[in-house]
Every structure is written in structure tokens, then in C-alpha cells.
């Protein structure tokens, strides 16, 4: 059974990822932390592993804290400074961390789909990507709308041959895709990519009912991550689906 230390937990991932823990004979929730609480008193519990759903600027405590005990990291926070980011990365040369701006199945999924699309519909199409969360969501762009963005600029690498205008052959400047990000309502996420090209427009999509999804990714990682030595690691490695290629 694995042991957690969960940071942010009276937030909606964090309650989501208290219910999917009862749910999970592998798993025990043994400490539970909020803005309220002593991060340090909590560590005296025995815990195998820290998983956060905080704030992005709780992270030089939280890595501190983490490198004291020896502890592997789980996070699911996003909207990090490039600060927060080099302390993370400097702490990965220590303990094993996994950092992912989404946990699900579905959107790891979206990801090889939208490399895929990208290296076979090349630079002749326009990209966007649309990032719709509910209006209570921090940042903006999401990290998933951020890691996809990624995605699919590696994947555009791939295509050699420069982008023209189909008409007149025209050699075209680079264009980066576009990011929308809506807040409204309740939603809980919603990403889509677009590629509209001559005649014709494809669009992938992932849409979350429900924040189980990212919970039980969560846990897998955390049982996952324990033992594993130190390193960044993306949910796809907690998968075993290896590098997009």
C-alpha cells in the first residue's frame, strides 16, 4: 500500500482525489494539507509520497519539504513561475518527481493524436488551440493547453518542407498556432485542437465530466513514482508509452 501526503486538499482536485483514494485498496491518504496547515508537522506522518494540487507559489516550501524527507513528488499544480520551475528541476536531480498538467488517460491520448495530425497534415493548415475551464480556474492558458501547444510545435518540426501557399506556391512566414482560453461556468475542461486547412477543418477534442480522471492518475503515479530514481518524470512515462515519436 502506498502512503500519500496530499497538499491542496480541501480544493476540487483535492477532495476528488481524497474520494478516489477510498475507492483504492493500494492506496492510503495518511496526511491532508490546506492553506491553514503546517506542511512540516504533516511530514511526521509515514508517508511514501506527496501528491499536489496546491498553488503554484506553495512550491518552494513544498520541494524543500519534499528534498527534507526524501520524499517523491506528484504534481498536478500548474501556472508555475520560471522560477518555481528551476527549483523543481533542481530538486529532480535528488528525488524522483512527477509533473504533469494532466493526469488522464484521454488527454495522454489527445496528445499522440494531435503529433500525429500535425506531421500528416503539415504547415499548410492553421492550428489553434481552445482551453474552456470553469471560471474559477487561476491560469490561463491551461498547462495542458500549454503541453499541447508543445506537442504540436515538436511535431511541426518534423515537416521539413516550408510552408506555401497552395494557390500560388508562395513560400508563407511561420505562423504559431493560437491560444484561446475561456473561463465560464462550471466547466471542469475542455480541450480542443483545430487544423483548417483548404476545404476542411479537423478537429480533436477531450472533454472532462468529471475530475476522477485526473485523481486516479494521480494515484497511479504515486504508486508509480516510489523507488524510481531521481528525475522529471510526464505521465507518459507513468504509462509506458515512451517518447512521442
Not at 486538499?9 to 490546506?34: C, F, Y
Not at 485526473?214 to 504509462?239: C, E, N, Q, T
Request: hydrophobic content about 40%; some cysteine; glycine content about 8%.
Amino acid at each position: 500500500m502506498t502512503k500519500i501526503l496530499l497538499t491542496g486538499a480541501h480544493g476540487k482536485m483535492g477532495q476528488t482525489v481524497v474520494q478516489a483514494a477510498a475507492l483504492d485498496p493500494e492506496v492510503k491518504i495518511v496526511g491532508l494539507i490546506d492553506k491553514e496547515d503546517r506542511l512540516e508537522e504533516a511530514l511526521m506522518t509515514a508517508a511514501d509520497c506527496i501528491i499536489d494540487f496546491s498553488v503554484h507559489h506553495f512550491s518552494r516550501e513544498l520541494v524543500g519539504a519534499a528534498l527534507s524527507h526524501s520524499l517523491p513528488l506528484v504534481i498536478g499544480t500548474t501556472g508555475h513561475t520560471p522560477e518555481e520551475l528551476e527549483r523543481i528541476k533542481e530538486a529532480a536531480q535528488k528525488i524522483p518527481i512527477v509533473m504533469s498538467p494532466n493526469f488522464s488517460l484521454g488527454v495522454n491520448l489527445l496528445e499522440l493524436m494531435v503529433h500525429t495530425a500535425t506531421v500528416v497534415l503539415g504547415k499548410s493548415y492553421d492550428k489553434a488551440i481552445i482551453d474552456i475551464h470553469h471560471n474559477t480556474k487561476l491560469d490561463a492558458p491551461s498547462g495542458t493547453a500549454k503541453r499541447l501547444f508543445d506537442v504540436l510545435m515538436a511535431a511541426e518540426k518534423m515537416n521539413e518542407e516550408p510552408s506555401k501557399n497552395l494557390a500560388s506556391k508562395e513560400k508563407l512566414p511561420p505562423k504559431l498556432p493560437q491560444i484561446h482560453s475561456i473561463r465560464a461556468g462550471t466547466v471542469v475542461g475542455v480541450h480542443t485542437v483545430l487544423y483548417c486547412g483548404p476545404g476542411e477543418v479537423v478537429e480533436l477534442t477531450h472533454r472532462a465530466e468529471n475530475r476522477f480522471p485526473f485523481a486516479h492518475g494521480s494515484l497511479k503515479a504515486a504508486k508509480w513514482i516510489v523507488g524510481k530514481p531521481p528525475a522529471i518524470y510526464s505521465m507518459r512515462d507513468v504509462l509506458g508509452l515512451g517518447p512521442l515519436q
